[in-house]
């Protein structure tokens, strides 16, 4: 076996409750969610590798190891330069395989969003790092495939959803969680999404308004001042920042209401495995964010998300997760409303994640590095 190592961030922050918010939140990613996916990435591969951030020297990055597994996120976009990690690529020995890429879009599937000249020249360089002559790219969904075969990569690249689908080892997960999808809602969490995400400022109202009647919990994931708030540290808060989250969540209360309300509500998590257990005190766990969501379905909890764009949509697809566009509850929904929102089937599910769990297998195998059995599915 060749030796392995992360290109991105360690599962987990030991000691978090130690370190200052800024850090923490530069030590996740600015999103609590890739500790979930980097979790699930460790989990199939059997092992947790050494890691190097993408900001490391090409030296030390060639000290690690012979492959590098290099987390993704939504890098193909307007939004996102790739170039300089184009020429990082450049001074790197090792070869690479690129796990979860996906595409930045709007709700459809039919535009391509125009890549930076940086970022195709990442692709090449990406490819060209392949330990095989197979594909070295896993994409989130079937719209990115799409869009790297616009730009001719898509042979370079299959569409497995994330591996956060497979934290749960059980090969009957699905049909054992779909007598929880029937089941009575009396206690509901909330997957936090953005205050800056205005249009869906009425759908969040009601996703709180759903949590406070059922003494529920927010639990944030972004921004950096959201997990402040999190985390008691509101002196790195801004009164502006007060004042946008408050509009945003319709709250008519004071701003020290309001701080007592947030210290009531708001929660973050550091931990793949206590994030999961807290999730277990939950009926149901909805709200924008796809790993808040997969985290709670992979701890037998049932979720609903709220896709709002291509990449949270196309997820949903490929994992069967359940889903509603936001475009179709943006004036809300009510704790009535959930059952009728959800479509879960178990047995298709479970047969959907056999299905992916095989190309898993074959990725890896293809390129150097085969599973162990039970890494995937039992």
């Excluded at 993408?54 to 190891?65: A, I, T, Y």
């Excluded at 939004?79 to 090792?94: E, I, L």
């Excluded at 569409?159 to 997960?173: R, T, V």
């Amino acid at each position: 076996m060749p030796s392995i190592f992360t290109f991105g961030l360690n599962e987990s922050v030991p000691a978090s409750h130690s370190i200052p918010t800024k850090e923490l939140y530069n030590l996740v990613g600015h999103n609590t969610g890739n500790l979930a996916f980097h979790y699930a990435i460790n989990r199939l591969i059997g092992s947790v590798p050494r890691t190097a951030s993408w900001s490391s020297s090409p030296e030390f990055v060639n000290s690690l190891g012979e492959i590098g597994i290099m987390p993704c996120a939504n890098q193909l976009g307007p939004h996102m330069n790739m170039g300089g990690m184009a020429n990082a690529f450049k001074q790197f020995n090792a070869k690479f395989l690129a796990i979860g890429l996906g595409a930045q879009g709007g709700v459809g599937h039919n535009d391509i969003p125009e890549l930076p000249e940086g970022t195709l020249a990442w692709l090449d360089a990406l490819v060209a790092h392949a330990p095989s002559n197979h594909p070295n790219i896993t994409v989130r969904g079937d719209y990115t495939l799409r869009v790297l075969e616009h730009y001719g990569f898509g042979d370079k690249a299959v569409s497995l959803g994330c591996p956060s689908l497979f934290i749960n080892k059980s090969a009957d997960h699905g049909v054992k969680l779909q007598q929880r999808y029937k089941a009575k809602i009396s206690k509901v969490a909330i997957a936090a999404g953005h205050p800056n995400w205005n249009a869906l400022s009425a759908l969040e109202a009601s996703l709180v308004r759903m949590m406070e009647d059922t003494n529920g919990m927010y639990i944030v994931q972004a921004t950096d001042e959201a997990v402040a708030l999190s985390r008691n540290d509101f002196d790195l808060v801004s009164p502006e920042y007060i004042t946008k989250t408050k509009n945003y969540l319709k709250l008519n209360l004071t701003d020290d209401q309001f701080i007592q309300w947030i210290r009531k509500y708001f929660i973050s998590f550091y931990n793949i495995p206590a994030w999961m257990e807290y999730l277990r005190r939950f009926d149901f766990i909805v709200g924008a964010r796809i790993h808040g969501v997969m985290l709670a379905i992979q701890a037998g909890v049932p979720g609903l998300c709220i896709a709002h764009d291509s990449r949270i949509r196309e997820l949903c697809e490929k994992c069967k997760i359940p889903y509603v566009m936001a475009n179709d509850v943006k004036e809300g929904i009510t704790l009535q409303d959930l059952p009728h929102l959800t479509e879960f089937d178990g047995i298709a599910f479970d047969q959907n994640r056999a299905a992916i769990a095989e190309e898993y297998r074959k990725f890896f195998e293809n390129n150097g590095l085969p599973l162990r059995q039970g890494n995937i599915l039992l």
